[in-house]
């Protein structure tokens, strides 16, 4: 992705300087092509031609009330430029600046020639429980708001669309209903504008953050549960029928790491994959939710996701490629003050060190670079119900502060990443020095 050139504590790791990238590295402060985070959150892909459009949410102002549904433009899905903002608050209605609209989802319409955005669309206490329709004759905008209602007279909450590949591209609403309580999939009218008919309903499912990923002749619904900002294991159900018989639930990847603290926000084809894209939400730092994007692997005839800290993507071609790294374990390292071994199964290799920070550092030594910028992803487990954070100094230098979400438990692992300058040959990275907190305990860390 893009980065910036300075360190910014408080928010997570180190970037740096804003130019062209060929890698995609979730969790990391993504920029768009003017050096500007990315503000693009519970994301809408949409495909015109060779460009790519993200729709989502800025959350600049740290807030769920609306601000904008942002639009951002690229060819590779790896450089991204913000366009002008495809919908602003109209006072008096329903996406005023004091009620909420999430997850916009966009699609064209070939009947009427134009583009269509539906999105989540409610009062503040989210009591209103409605879907949300604009429409544009070019993808980016601006949209003209036409109304919010209840589909068929029902709740709906969080949403999504999916378009078929039938010759008349019928498109569903996908959507939590019922007070959460029911998941439906209802079909579009030809205008795209309302919905006619539901075509089938998960009856207690619990289910939120929908997508749909079609894959040979089968339909999969991608979800999470119910469970507010904070994470929990998205499930995979499929069909041969958008009105079902839908299986039972299955992980899309191990459910420990709660989809490796992300939720579900949009699921884009690649040739015979597919990329999950979800969001790290930060509900006390809702601008500074971060972007979890995975590649889905369909080579097991189900979708499961490819844990990959870097990697890239070739969308003409259809294809990803996972960066190789080399992992150096923690419990190798110097220990220094009051940090200690650990020992669970859920570390790799079984070990870890702990109590870093308060006096605690471990030293990881001979770490191999190239004379330039890496990526860094710290694997740890913070059994917290909150963040905790780690300083990172290389070679004695200035240290970056790394922020570490709760993972889930003390044995459960996950990763974030952190840009660093290494020297050609050896270099020496230090955990948890000059921190008067504790750092979540290291498993181990991989350099790319």
Same mark, same amino acid.
């Given at each position: 992705?893009?980065?910036?050139?300075?360190?910014?504590?408080?928010?997570?790791?180190? =970037?740096?300087?804003?130019?062209?990238?060929?890698?995609?590295?979730?969790?990391?402060?993504?920029?768009?092509?003017?050096?500007? =985070?990315?503000?693009?959150?519970? $994301?809408?892909?949409?495909? @015109?031609?060779?460009?790519?459009?993200?729709?989502?949410?800025?959350?600049?102002?740290?807030?769920?009330? /609306?601000?904008?549904?942002?639009?951002?433009?690229?060819?590779?899905?790896?450089?991204?430029?913000?366009?002008?903002? $495809?919908?602003?608050?109209?006072?008096? !209605?329903?996406?005023?600046?004091?009620?909420?609209?999430?997850?916009?989802?966009?699609?064209?319409?070939?009947?009427?020639?134009?583009?269509?955005?539906?999105?989540?669309?409610?009062?503040?206490?989210?009591?209103?429980?409605?879907?949300?329709?604009?429409?544009?004759?070019?993808?980016?905008?601006?949209?003209? /708001?036409?109304?919010? /209602?209840?589909?068929?007279?029902?709740?709906?909450?969080?949403?999504?669309?999916?378009?078929?590949?039938?010759?008349?591209? !019928?498109?569903?609403?996908?959507?939590?209903?019922?007070?959460?309580?029911?998941?439906?999939?209802?079909?579009?009218?030809?205008?795209?504008?309302?919905?006619?008919?539901?075509?089938?309903?998960?009856?207690?499912?619990?289910?939120?953050?929908?997508?749909?990923?079609?894959?040979?002749?089968?339909?999969?619904?991608?979800?999470?549960?119910?469970?507010?900002?904070?994470?929990?294991?998205?499930?995979?159900?499929?069909?041969?029928?958008?009105?079902?018989?839908?299986?039972?639930?299955?992980?899309?990847?191990?459910?420990?790491?709660?989809? *490796?603290?992300?939720?579900?926000? /949009?699921?884009?084809?690649?040739?015979?994959?597919?990329?999950?894209?979800?969001?790290? *939400?930060?509900?006390?730092?809702?601008?500074?939710?971060?972007?979890?994007?995975?590649?889905?692997?369909?080579?097991?005839?189900?979708?499961?996701?490819?844990?990959?800290?870097? *990697?890239?993507?070739?969308?003409?071609?259809?294809?990803? !490629?996972?960066?190789?790294?080399?992992?150096?374990?923690?419990?190798?390292?110097?220990?220094?003050?009051?940090?200690?071994?650990?020992?669970?199964?859920?570390?790799?290799?079984?070990?870890?060190?702990?109590?870093?920070?308060?006096?605690?550092?471990?030293?990881?030594?001979?770490?191999?670079?190239?004379?330039?910028?890496?990526?860094?992803?710290?694997?740890?487990?913070?059994?917290?119900?909150?963040?905790?954070?780690?300083?990172?100094?290389?070679?004695?230098?200035?240290?970056?502060?790394?922020?570490?979400?709760?993972?889930?438990?003390?044995?459960?692992?996950?990763?974030?990443? =952190?840009?660093?300058?290494?020297?050609?040959?050896?270099?020496?990275?230090?955990?948890?020095?000059?921190?008067?907190?504790?750092?979540?305990?290291?498993?181990?860390?991989? @350099?790319?």
């Amino acid at each position: 992705m893009l980065w910036l050139r300075k360190v910014i504590p408080v928010f997570l790791s180190l =970037v740096v300087a804003a130019r062209a990238e060929t890698q995609i590295v979730s969790g990391a402060a993504w920029t768009d092509t003017s050096g500007n =985070v990315i503000q693009a959150h519970g $994301a809408g892909i949409l495909k @015109v031609g060779s460009t790519f459009y993200w729709f989502g949410e800025d959350k600049t102002e740290n807030s769920a009330l /609306f601000h904008a549904v942002s639009c951002y433009t690229s060819t590779d899905l790896t450089n991204w430029t913000r366009q002008s903002n $495809a919908l602003s608050p109209v006072a008096n !209605t329903m996406i005023s600046s004091n009620n909420i609209v999430e997850r916009p989802k966009v699609l064209f319409n070939k009947k009427n020639q134009e583009y269509v955005m539906w999105f989540h669309s409610d009062s503040s206490n989210y009591g209103a429980a409605m879907v949300g329709v604009a429409t544009a004759k070019t993808p980016c905008g601006p949209y003209t /708001f036409k109304g919010s /209602f209840k589909p068929l007279g029902a709740d709906s909450r969080d949403e999504g669309l999916f378009q078929d590949d039938d010759s008349a591209q !019928t498109a569903y609403l996908l959507y939590a209903s019922d007070n959460n309580q029911n998941f439906k999939i209802s079909r579009l009218d030809d205008n795209y504008y309302n919905v006619t008919a539901q075509a089938s309903v998960l009856t207690g499912a619990t289910l939120e953050a929908p997508g749909i990923v079609k894959h040979s002749g089968k339909y999969f619904l991608i979800a999470s549960h119910t469970s507010g900002w904070a994470p929990n294991p998205n499930k995979f159900f499929s069909a041969s029928s958008l009105s079902g018989p839908w299986s039972s639930q299955q992980d899309i990847t191990t459910a420990s790491t709660r989809t *490796w603290y992300s939720q579900n926000a /949009f699921d884009l084809p690649l040739g015979n994959n597919a990329i999950y894209m979800g969001d790290r *939400w930060r509900p006390s730092l809702l601008g500074s939710s971060r972007y979890i994007w995975y590649p889905i692997d369909f080579s097991s005839g189900s979708p499961q996701l490819v844990h990959a800290d870097v *990697w890239s993507v070739n969308p003409s071609a259809g294809t990803y !490629t996972v960066a190789q790294g080399t992992t150096y374990e923690a419990e190798k390292g110097t220990l220094g003050g009051s940090s200690k071994l650990l020992s669970n199964s859920g570390f790799s290799g079984g070990s870890a060190v702990g109590y870093l920070g308060h006096g605690g550092t471990v030293t990881i030594n001979n770490v191999q670079g190239n004379g330039g910028a890496h990526w860094v992803a710290i694997y740890f487990a913070n059994g917290d119900s909150t963040y905790r954070n780690v300083t990172v100094s290389v070679n004695g230098g200035s240290s970056v502060l790394v922020d570490q979400p709760d993972s889930g438990g003390g044995g459960v692992v996950i990763s974030v990443p =952190v840009k660093v300058n290494l020297n050609n040959g050896a270099n020496s990275i230090t955990f948890g020095s000059g921190q008067s907190n504790y750092a979540a305990d290291l498993d181990k860390i991989i @350099v790319y």
